[in-house]
């Protein structure tokens, strides 16, 4: 079973690499971000709780996107492996995520990164802002909130993994396809 997790600020191309990498490798794509939109746009009790946070450019809770995630994984029981985008996020994420896996028998393959100047990130998410209509991408200060959050609260996630020898850094620059091949050289020795 491959497992990967798909790593990055917001707006380094996580969603597009997810959506092109399930299909070449037959694995599962959850996204946190999708599914807490769904659940928003849909008013459930998670989405109305989990907009109060994302509208703030915060993360939501721990425990709420950890069972959220449990759901998704059991959901699939069939599945070849997963992508994880969006999760996990931070340490006892990525702690709760390797216990429930090893009950599952198997684990995280590898974290696969993608590098991105925040500039040119701004830049894609204001841009994304104004087709999305995702509030979260429409202002600067809110995103650059979010870069914030990335920084303090989840980039610790590469020292996690790096202490596993599974962390995997990819230059996030470049056309789609060209970030692809990058990302399938790295998977592909996982």
């Known amino acids: ?14 969603g597009t690499q997810a959506d092109l990498l399930k299909i070449k490798y037959d694995l ?5 971000g999708d599914v807490f939109r769904f659940n928003i746009k849909n008013e ?25 995630l449990k759901a998704e994984v059991n959901n699939n029981p069939e599945a070849k492996g997963f992508i994880f985008d969006g999760f996990p996020r931070t340490e006892s994420q990525a702690v ?8 599952k028998n198997t684990s995280i393959s590898g974290m696969v990164a993608l590098e991105v100047p925040e500039n040119l990130l701004v830049e894609r998410l204001l841009n994304r802002g104004k087709t999305s209509g995702r509030s979260d991408d429409q202002d600067e200060s809110k995103i650059r909130n979010r870069f914030n959050e990335y920084e303090t609260k989840t980039a610790i996630l590469k020292d996690y993994y790096q202490k596993q020898h599974k962390y995997f850094g990819v230059d996030g620059v470049g056309s789609i396809e060209e970030i692809t091949a990058k990302l399938e050289e790295v998977i592909d020795t996982l």
């Open 1 to 14: 079973m491959k497992n990967i997790v798909l790593f990055g600020p917001p707006g380094a191309g996580k």
């Open 44 to 68: 459930t009790e998670l989405g109305i709780l989990a907009k109060s946070y994302m509208d703030n450019g915060a993360l939501v809770p721990d425990q709420v996107t950890i069972d959220m």
């Open 28 to 32: 599962i794509h959850i996204s946190t």
């Open 96 to 103: 709760s995520l390797d216990e429930f896996l090893t009950q």
